[in-house]
């Protein structure tokens, strides 16, 4: 009974803000709703018993997703209220009907197709069984998937440094040279 | 699930585990190390990989699924670990005087280049989809970033984004491919997929082909096979010279490993799917390589065409798919890292300061200055070209004999006419070389002790395996 009333809440809060992702004028405000939609279906796939699935929706598309938009749109400096070009306006005659259609097809495909596709009591999608599945069955995969990491870290790491380094080729064999090396490493 | 993880497990991956961990110690080393002992992280490196090669001994004779059906270890896993190291530690020998060419401080270079080989040891060893999608991640993240060392040439940036952008998109083909194939066999285990095509080999559900040819596209990329090859001039030109002949070897023999360990071990009951798509694309490849490297006039571009030749060369043994194949192309892969390195070597010692002198023009009257180099020169152009008694005539003829052995008649025959073709351009080089008047005549190239080892290494291996090709192609089987 929760349940069932937790799912029709998460539904409406996720229904109300892809609405208003899209009705909004500011990008900032619909990148917002958009976090609030994403949380909402996390909420859902919880329902589902699919823990991990809903911690990873938040933290990859609420989290990183989200902010990167947020990040475009603070740095393309859109002004706020940003109308919409002419061209745009005719859209939704082709728009309407488009959704329209796409809303009757899953509306028939779910009342018919995956009513028996819900999997009740399944443990599959608890956080328990994938990481017991990662450190047993895949834990080669994921300990090479931790040195990927690490090169690509110290990829972006080498690439974004400002300013390259010149070697000191020689080690210095006077006090002199060790000094004027010395004066190098400091200057830069 | 429990699993018990045995000491067999981690035997089987040693060289990998020792491998990353030198990477991750000198990587901690270079940043708190003093200035003038970063000079020794790449000779750390080799020690590094000198310990990974003795540890590879003790995987000979053994054959076994390691972590889980992840790892198999068998006498290939042996011989690609080898065949990576080895290319490994030359390439880094190449590089100890490089930062001094270049003045750059290759401080992340060295754990760059033993991570990524942990990547192609990967390759090497894999057992499942999964693994061969990590390695394959792990070796070219790393690359990418390599090719664009030189940070301070436009030309180099330049390749480290072409490669990165173009892999990243060939990646994505490949793990298409692993989905769609996780999908029909509900596993990515090598085992589980040679059992289901043992079960449907006359009709493997569609979507199952589909996959197997998105991995076609996502191999073909790294090995640089001819519709997806565009990357390759461009990037092999615009590296630093040590990661363009690392590129050039280990990306394409981890390439050729994948290829290998599915295609020819694990999807050979649909080989009659396969089999054509790629007698196409090794035609394409072995013309279009050679066609284009005749007009190149420079040694880096050169040998890239040249490179994309040999990829092709070494499908004509994976077409062929018969009991040679995998000797044969075991056998190419160590005659191409021989000579390739040499090669390369050579044009990294006549590039010279900032790597402004590789056209092919610097190396005229090179046997007038350098007659040692030139030598060795002509002995790796010689045997890229495919003349007896070097080890790359041994090559193509266990390759093209592969290939008529299965019926492959014209087949070998484009294979035969292709390396007639190549040898206008190798043996250019040679007279550029041996017949003409050096363009500046007071300079002497400058050989350093790392460099030297590397062409004395490439010419003896050139020959020894060439006149006695036994030694090598009986370890093969």
């Known amino acids: 009974m929760v349940a069932t009333a937790l799912f029709y809440i998460f539904a409406a809060i996720a229904t109300a803000g892809a609405i208003m992702v899209v009705a909004q004028r ?27 699935i809903a911690i990873v929706h938040v933290a990859v598309y609420a989290g990183a997703i989200v902010v990167l938009f947020l990040f475009v749109i603070m740095l393309l400096n859109v002004r706020l209220e940003e109308r919409a070009p002419d061209a745009f306006r005719y ?45 047993s069955q895949y834990v080669l995969p994921f300990e090479v998937a931790s040195i990927l990491l690490l090169v690509a870290m110290i990829g972006a790491l080498y690439l974004s440094k400002r300013k390259l380094e010149i070697v000191a080729f020689k080690r210095p064999r006077s006090k002199k040279e060790r000094l004027k090396v010395m004066m190098y490493e400091e200057e830069h | 699930m429990n699993v018990n993880l045995t000491g067999a497990d981690f035997l089987g991956i040693l060289p990998i585990i020792i491998l990353s961990g030198f990477g991750v110690v000198l990587m901690v080393l270079s940043v708190f190390s003093q200035r003038f002992h970063r000079m020794t992280i790449p000779y750390l490196g080799v020690v590094g990989i000198i310990l990974a090669l003795i540890s590879n001994f003790f995987l000979i004779g053994k054959d076994y699924l390691a972590f889980q059906n992840m790892v198999r270890v068998d006498w290939l896993t042996v011989a690609f670990n080898f065949i990576f190291l080895v290319t490994a530690g030359l390439s880094l020998l190449l590089t100890t005087s490089y930062s001094e060419q270049e003045h750059i401080e290759f401080i992340e270079f060295t754990p760059l280049l033993l991570f990524s080989t942990v990547g192609m040891m990967l390759m090497g060893s894999a057992q499942n989809l999964m693994m061969i999608f990590l390695g394959l991640e792990t070796m070219s993240i790393a690359l990418y970033v390599m090719a664009g060392f030189r940070r301070n040439h436009r030309e180099s940036l330049e390749a480290a984004l072409k490669y990165f952008l173009l892999g990243a998109f060939a990646t994505g083909f490949l793990l298409y491919g692993i989905a769609l ?13 040679a059992q289901y095509l043992n079960k449907n080999a006359l009709s493997p559900d569609l979507l199952f082909l589909v996959g197997t040819g998105l991995l076609i596209v996502g191999f073909g990329f790294k090995v640089a096979l001819v519709p997806f090859h565009m990357w390759t001039p461009d990037v092999y030109q615009g590296s630093p010279m040590p990661v363009t002949a690392y590129m050039a070897v280990g ?32 035609v394409l490849t072995m013309t279009v390589g050679n066609v284009l490297a005749l007009v190149q006039k420079d040694i880096k571009r050169m040998l890239a065409y040249s490179s994309i030749a040999h990829a092709g060369y070494l499908l004509v043994g994976i077409v ?29 010692i006549v590039s010279g300061n900032q790597e402004r002198r590789t056209r092919i023009e610097y190396f005229k009257g090179l046997a007038e200055t350098q007659p040692m180099l030139a030598l060795a020169m002509a002995i790796c152009m ?14 193509k003829f266990y390759l093209f004999s592969a290939a008529l052995y299965s019926g492959y008649v014209w087949l070998a025959i484009i294979g035969v006419i292709n390396s007639l073709i190549s040898v206008y351009y190798y043996i250019g080089v040679v007279v550029a070389m041996y017949m003409h008047k050096p ?23 050139i020959f020894i395996f060439g006149i006695f090709p036994g030694s090598l192609a009986g370890l093969f089987g």
């Open chain 1, 26 to 52: 500011n990008p900032v405000y619909s990148a917002l709703y958009l976090v609030l939609t994403l949380f909402a279906l996390a909420g859902e796939y919880v329902l589902l018993m699919a823990h991990f």
């Open chain 1, 91 to 135: 859209m939704i005659y082709a728009g309407l009907p488009m959704a329209a259609i796409l809303f009757v097809e899953m509306g028939y495909f779910a009342f018919r197709g995956f009513q028996q596709a819900m999997v009740q009591g399944t443990r599959v999608g608890l956080v328990e069984s994938i990481g017991r599945a990662l450190f």
């Open chain 2, 181 to 193: 194939i996780y999908g029909v066999v509900g596993s990515t285990s090598f085992t589980a997929i």
């Open chain 2, 251 to 282: 990306a394409k023999a981890a390439g050729f490993a994948a290829i290998v360990r599915f295609f020819t071990l694990s999807a050979a009951q649909i080989a009659y799917q396969w089999v054509d798509v790629l007698w196409i694309l090794a």
């Open chain 2, 320 to 348: 062929a798919d018969n009991d040679l194949t995998v000797p044969a192309v075991m056998f190419y892969l160590v005659a191409y890292l021989l000579m390739n390195l040499g090669a390369f070597a050579i044009a990294l």
């Open chain 2, 382 to 395: 010689v045997s890229l070209a495919g003349f007896p008694p070097t080890i790359g005539f041994m090559g």
């Open chain 2, 439 to 461: 363009v500046d005549e007071r300079r002497i190239e400058q050989v350093v002790p790392g460099v030297g080892l590397v062409v004395l290494v490439a010419v003896v291996g």
